[in-house]
């Protein structure tokens, strides 16, 4: 499986992605929003676009199927809720449907509501997994709720199918939040030696070759897989007075998520 990843560049600083059958060259393009980048990679490497997987139906995901479309004649697929939102799409994915590209790749679709209730993300089917996550998960960071998602649907996304990922499971995440992202995990744990190193290494990282991390690296520096943490309880605990004394990891999680929302 070859991963080309595609900086936009734009203001949302979003990453498209193209994923390939080595053998064939068939490739699936995934939130190809900025086109022109995607489609001039496909042609300057041989590929051949034959699909576009949507994560979600936000507009800075979907914006650029129709030119691919036209470009390509690929079939687009999203999850199956989403036809309403996103159009002409072809086939609706549900959780552990396989998507094959070419003769060699498989993705395993996981329905991953939070950011919006109509969110997928892709596991490949590979010895060193990755996996495509669109705005559920980010480097350092969790989707926002603000536009169709819930943080309760986020937090049961988190703790019962992110992380029973495999730690070596490398990240690839719809945007570059990673500096913004880990500040917020250092605001809330001081003492994260990790985060703080790491935003030190990617503050002002090449965005055509960012950081690629895992998911073992996210459990180090991402506070919302951090919620048994006593640093991070105890600093929500002065923040929101009315959070108990021994707060459930969901309770954790939603004030961080609401904490974020206006950090």
Known sequence: MIVEQIWTGNAYRNFNYLIVCPETGDALAVDPLDHEKCLAKAKEK????????????????????????????????????????????????????????????????????????????????????????????FNAGAGNCHNGGHPNELYHTFSTQLSKLSDNTLIYPGHDYIAGNLGFTLDREPDNARAKALLDDVQDQDTDHALVSTLGLEKEINTFF??????????????????????????????????????
């Open 226 to 263: 951090r919620l048994q943490n006593p640093t991070v309880i105890a600093r929500l605990q002065e923040k929101f007075t009315d959070m108990p004394e021994n707060p459930d990891a969901k309770t954790v999680f939603v004030k961080l998520r609401q904490l974020r929302n206006d950090w």
């Open 46 to 137: 041989g590929w051949t676009i034959t699909q576009i997987l949507n994560t979600h139906e936000h507009g800075d995901h979907i914006g650029g199927n129709a030119d691919v479309v036209s470009a390509t004649g690929a079939k687009i697929i999203a999850h199956k809720n989403a036809a309403a939102k996103i159009p002409d799409m072809a086939r609706g994915l549900d959780a552990g449907d396989v998507i094959k590209i070419g003769n060699t790749v498989e993705l395993e679709s996981l329905d991953t509501p939070g950011h919006t209730m109509s969110h997928v993300c892709l596991i490949s089917r590979t010895d060193q997994p990755a996996l495509f996550c669109g705005d559920t998960l």
